[in-house]
């Protein structure tokens, strides 16, 4: 079983930065993909950015690519995702995600879900 706690959410003026965390327990695995999805109100859960691989490879949503950097620190079994950047439509509730699989970038590949965070972006 694994445990995804996410902290950093907040509200932000367009333009401004936030830095989301995630601490991970139980039983992880460093080579298994983790990533960061949102979902805001009335619409379906999407891939933000994913996280794979011994060289730590990355995806990302054609939507965030240049504004946001997902990151992880193995040692403390925690993942990151510096939000640069902000616009009104990156409003949603952002949640850390683990999978099973060695790569990831849907939901459906998502083993493991933290509770949420809430991002607001005021325009």
């Known amino acids: 079983q694994v445990q995804l706690v996410e902290s950093g959410g907040g509200s932000v003026q367009a333009g401004g930065s936030l830095r989301l965390s995630c601490a991970a327990s139980?039983?992880?695995?460093?080579?298994?993909?983790m990533g960061w999805f949102r979902q805001a109100p009335g619409k379906e859960r999407e891939t933000v950015a994913t996280?794979?691989?011994?060289?730590?490879?990355?995806y990302y949503a054609d939507s965030v690519k240049g504004r946001f950097t997902i990151s992880r620190d193995i040692a403390k079994n925690t993942l990151y995702l510096q939000m640069n950047s902000l616009k009104p439509e990156d409003t949603a509730m952002y949640y850390c995600?683990?999978?099973?699989?060695?790569?990831?970038?849907?939901?459906?590949?998502?083993?493991?879900w933290g509770q949420g965070t809430q991002v607001t972006v005021s325009s």
């Open positions: 139980g039983y992880t695995y460093s080579s298994n993909c």
């Open positions: 996280i794979y691989g011994s060289f730590d490879s990355t």
């Open positions: 995600a683990h999978s099973s699989l060695y790569r990831c970038s849907a939901t459906h590949h998502i083993a493991y």
